[in-house]
């Protein structure tokens, strides 16, 4: 299991805490990904990505909590091109994230930060043959926050195959916002480069939108 991580917030720094003693537990390795610079989270998953074992590879945020990556699991040993193990994203309050820290299991009846929302494809906990991810990996290009996640499940898509989509709720435990320009984007650049994914409909325009990404790095 591969967390792609940066330090510096103290809130995500106890969730990070929270999740890696709950997988240890549940008997998975986990091998945070860490890089100097800007955050990028392609470059996190890289940089862990030589110390991560096995042939699946689960890339799981560090403040979020699956109820069923089993089944995820289950789906790419069964043939999936890639899976994700939950559908609404359940974003507890600050409040209920410090129950939960404390020992309280997450739960629905807890105060939530907003309503329950579907999911972005790619983001929060997404698991995948290991020489899927090295054949399509995460654009390196994406700086800050936004438009990473959406942008690989679209290359996964045509690239790879459909994705797999379990039902389970993801819960994700309340830190402060990260700096953007807006509630849907981090930055201009972050918007254009979706764009550009967007439009790459074909394998053959995905695999140079792709190829070109690790091109420049």
């Given amino acids: 299991m591969i967390i792609p991580w940066q330090g510096g917030c103290a809130h995500r720094e106890a969730a990070l805490g929270w999740v890696r003693a709950r997988w240890a537990r549940a008997g998975y390795r986990v091998v ?22 096995g042939d699946v590879l689960v890339v799981a945020d560090a403040d979020c909590w699956p109820e069923r990556l089993d089944a995820a699991l289950e789906a790419v040993g069964a043939g999936a091109a890639w899976a994700m193990p939950h559908g609404p994203v359940y974003r507890l309050s600050a409040e209920a994230t410090a129950d939960v820290l404390a020992g309280a299991d ?72 990260q700096r953007r320009v807006s509630r849907r984007w981090g930055s201009p650049a972050a918007r254009a480069l979706a764009g550009r994914y967007r439009a790459a409909r074909t394998p053959q325009a995905m695999r140079a939108l792709l190829d070109s990404a690790h091109a420049a790095v």
């Fill in 32 to 53: 945070l990904g860490e890089h100097t610079g800007p955050w990028c989270k392609a470059r996190a998953v890289a940089a862990a990505l030589p110390e991560a074992t």
């Fill in 106 to 177: 997450p739960g629905p009846q807890m105060p939530l930060a907003q309503r329950p929302y579907e999911g972005w494809p790619g983001g929060g906990i997404v698991v995948l043959p290991r020489g899927t991810y090295e054949r399509v990996p995460l654009d390196p290009r994406f700086v800050g926050w936004s438009g990473e996640d959406e942008s690989w499940a679209r290359a996964l898509t045509i690239l790879a195959g459909p994705g797999w989509r379990g039902r389970g709720r993801l819960w994700h435990l309340w830190h402060p916002p």
